[in-house]
């Protein structure tokens, strides 16, 4: 596994070993130890999640403002532009943004800590996006900051129009209206 920072220096990129021949392939998704050994974290995870979305979906940008989660996403069908936001108010790189493409051809997969808000946008037909977090889902707790923030001006590559939100992302506060970490 090859483990490379962003520039958000707590985000990271994870790229496994993939062993592939005309069969197929075999990777580990997910080992304690590589992780643990790659990054320098320890971490212990609580909950999988899964979900399917179709081309121009967007969703995020989301983070718990009290049980705030850590999460390490991939994808296994499709292709995302995935992105991680600094709400940490004394982090050097408060209000910054990092944006990776994930895919099943990529393999990647990225770490995004606690503190930081995450949104994604399918690029592909439809995308099958999975994520570990660190701490259980708290609707009560959640929160969204809206995906077009101008403060932030994240560069969402490939929307066609108006990207496909949920109710909830629709109603996103601007970034200086969010809660933020300390």
């Excluded at 995020?60 to 532009?81: D, N, P, S, W």
């Excluded at 701490?135 to 923030?149: G, V």
Aim: aromatic residues 12%; proline residues 4%; glycine residues 8%.
């Amino acid at each position: 596994m090859q483990v490379t920072s962003c520039a958000i220096a707590d985000v990271l990129l994870i790229e496994p070993k993939v062993f592939g021949d005309d069969r197929g392939f075999f990777y580990e998704s997910y080992n304690q130890r590589a992780f643990r050994e790659a990054s320098g974290l320890t971490v212990d995870f609580v909950q999988d999640n899964h979900s399917k979305s179709s081309r121009n979906v967007l969703r995020g940008l989301h983070y718990q403002i009290k049980q705030a989660q850590g999460k390490l996403v991939r994808v296994v069908a499709g292709e995302v532009f995935d992105v991680a936001v600094d709400i940490r108010r004394s982090s050097p790189t408060f209000g910054q943004w990092v944006g990776e493409i994930i895919s099943a051809d990529n393999k990647r997969q990225l770490w995004v800590p606690p503190g930081l808000a995450h949104g994604f946008v399918v690029l592909s037909d439809s995308a099958e996006f999975l994520y570990k977090t660190t701490d259980y889902y708290a609707p009560e707790y959640e929160r969204c900051i809206a995906w077009n923030d101008p403060t932030l001006a994240i560069e969402w590559p490939a929307l066609i129009g108006v990207p496909l939100l949920s109710g909830k992302d629709a109603q996103g506060l601007a970034f200086f209206q969010a809660e933020m970490f300390k």
